[in-house]
C-alpha cells in the first residue's frame, strides 16, 4: 500500500489532487447487516455467476485489512506526504471518500 501510494505522490503534479474511493468499515448500527451481506451473500453471488471459487471472497479480507478513517488520512499525511487529507463516510460508513492535496 506505501508504495503505490508514494508512487501516486510522486507521478501527481505539485497541488494535484487524490481522490480515493474505498470499502470500509460501518458504524455499529448497520455493521450486522454488512456483514452477513458481504461476508456471505456477496461471495456466494459470485461464485454463482462467475463459476469461480473464490470470486468476492477476497473483498471482505482486503476490506478488514485496508486502514481506514484517521488511521488512512494520517497514513496519507505523515507518511506519505500529502497535504489537507479528509475522509468523507458514505452509506452508514460502508464506503468512504479519501482527498488529499500533495
Not at 468476492?56 to 482486503?62: F, G, K
Request: proline share 5%.
Amino acid at each position: 500500500l506505501n508504495q503505490g501510494l508514494k508512487e501516486i505522490y510522486r507521478v501527481l503534479k505539485p497541488a494535484g489532487e487524490l481522490v480515493i474511493l474505498e470499502f470500509s468499515k460501518p458504524g455499529r448500527f448497520f455493521n450486522f447487516f454488512f456483514n452477513v451481506y458481504f461476508n456471505k451473500l456477496l461471495p456466494f453471488f459470485g461464485r454463482l455467476v462467475s463459476k469461480d471459487m473464490r470470486a468476492y471472497s477476497y473483498l471482505p479480507e482486503s476490506v478488514s485489512e485496508f486502514p481506514y478513517g484517521a488511521e488512512f488520512t494520517d497514513k496519507l499525511k505523515n507518511q506519505i506526504g500529502f497535504m489537507s487529507t479528509k475522509s468523507i463516510r458514505l452509506t452508514f460508513g460502508i464506503c468512504t471518500i479519501y482527498h488529499a492535496k500533495k
